[in-house]
């Protein structure tokens, strides 16, 4: 029943009467329908869908807390303090809470704000306190190594800001975009992506049956063909942005995958419904 601190992360506080409209007109999710308790990825998007921020969006008293990468929380509040113009808001990066993760059923203090990863059960949940109250028995990198055999990314590591669709990083599969919701910064590009099926590239699960994964940004390969690259990885296991059709072809070939010398596997995260190459076709499924 592991508890591992996370240094990487930090927390952005958006508080005040305008805070939800505020945020709900900027981010993919909808921070209306957010549950006390909850913690649902959201993002900030540049005006052309891709992402710039993602984090767990959760309810405080007075407004919304964000749990992000902690070398973004400040840019993070800088790009929210953009849109704010007349809103009545107070956005700071709040650099006195620990972020700490617990799964597997594990309990933290009572006095710790506890709230649910919504982005897979497996996860567990998020822990926020004050630096010091957590007794943590896991380490940074366990958890990582939890959350990638699970398939489930996060910005900065699995894929680069400012460089990937929410399509392609999972959001839409990990409950991060509403669809039914109104505008937000980006929107019309995501919603276009979803109605006409125009993801391409996808985050996959990987494993490496002959030993370690290679480095992060290594080329995949199928023959002479480069299908994307590797992410982030942990001992056997890892995660790869690959074009599904380029994929699709190589399976369709009978061509193997490689990457930085080594044979690699790929599949869809146990959670994901997309439709993924069918091998005798080179179509997707």
Known sequence: ???????????VTVTGPDATSLLQGVLTCNVETLQPGEARLGALLTPQGKILFDFLISRI??????????????????????????????????PT???AAAWDGASPAAETATVADARHPDLGA???AAEGAFSADASEEGYHAHRLRLGVPE???DFAYGDAFPHEALMDQLG?????????????????????GTAR???LVAEYPGGASPAPGTEVQAGQKVLG??????GTHGLVMLRLDRLGDALAAGESLRAGGQALAVGRPAYATFAMPDAGSGTSA
């Open 176 to 196: 991060g975009v509403d669809f039914r919701k109104g505008c937000y910064v980006g929107q019309e590009v995501v919603s276009r992506m979803q109605h006409r």
């Open 229 to 234: 690259i590797t992410a982030g990885a942990a």
């Open 126 to 128: 998020r822990l926020y």
């Open 97 to 99: 809470v620990a972020v």
């Open 1 to 11: 029943m592991p508890i591992a601190l996370l240094p990487d992360r930090a927390l």
């Open 61 to 94: 008293p007075d407004g919304f807390r964000l749990d992000a990468a902690a070398d973004k929380a400040a840019d993070l509040a800088k790009r929210l303090t953009l849109y704010k113009l007349r809103a009545a808001v107070e956005i700071a990066a709040d």
């Open 155 to 157: 910005g900065g590591r």
């Open 201 to 203: 590239t996808r985050l």
